[in-house]
Antibody, heavy 119, light 113 residues
């Protein structure tokens, strides 16, 4: 059974960097595409980006200048960094696996990590 | 960017009755080379992550009850719950994965009447 678990600070100050890690169990991170998706409180879903084991990435154009997704295959985990955060970045951040044969059909999700941007 | 819209915003259906949710994309998500529609549906209950229901517009994910079905092609799609159960109360999202930056619809809330 594939499980994903997000971890990281729940509170980040404006202008600082949001950092989250997604630990994957039950599957090797060397397969599939691994994604970050966020959901502001009470709102809809926004795709942030993906990474594959080789380190190749793709990011949402609106966030590209501030986002870095990296992978650590030795720890079977991948990470998200979002710089220069504002209140608009307050959201539940989900990590998710993409269905085999796709980059962006999400079949396994973490429970989500609420990150609040506030001073 | 492809913009996804959904209708209605919310609906209330009696238990055992049919629920129909519509999704429209601002451009076609049908890829001509493989004749597949790059469209998925998710269900999200409060406090939970979304759950994949349907992909390729009509392929049901393993374990999803067969009362859930997807249809449509090109720019217009439908998710149908043939006989609403209490556990189907949730928000439903469509998502295109045709573009390099996939986008989700705004969601449709389904309640019991």
């Amino acid at each position: 059974q594939v499980q994903l678990l997000e971890s990281g600070p729940g509170l980040v100050k404006p202008s600082e960097t949001l950092s989250l890690t997604c630990a994957v169990s039950g599957d090797s991170i060397s397969n599939f595409y691994w994604n970050w998706i966020r959901q502001p409180p009470g709102k809809g879903l926004e795709w942030i980006g993906f990474i594959i084991y080789s380190g190749s990435t793709s990011y949402h154009p609106s966030l590209k200048s501030r986002v870095t997704i990296s992978v650590d295959t030795s720890k079977n985990q991948f990470s998200l960094k979002l710089t220069s955060v504002t209140a608009a970045d307050t959201a539940v951040y989900f990590c998710a696996r993409a269905l085999s044969g796709t980059a962006a059909v999400f079949d396994y999700w973490g429970q989500g990590a609420l990150v609040t941007v506030s001073s | 960017d492809i913009v996804m819209t959904q209708s209605p915003d919310s609906l209330a259906v009696s238990l055992g009755e049919r629920a129909t949710i519509n999704c429209k994309s601002s451009q076609s998500v049908l890829y001509s080379s493989n004749n597949k529609n790059y469209l998925a549906w998710y269900q999200q209950k409060p406090g939970q992550p979304p759950k994949l229901l349907i992909y390729w517009a009509f392929t049901r994910e393993s374990g999803v009850p067969d009362r859930f079905s997807g249809s449509g092609s090109g720019t217009d799609f439908t998710l149908t719950i043939s006989s609403l159960q209490a556990e189907d109360v949730a928000v439903y999202y469509c998502q295109e994965y045709y573009s390099t930056a996939c986008t989700f619809g705004p969601g449709t809330k389904v309640d019991v009447k």
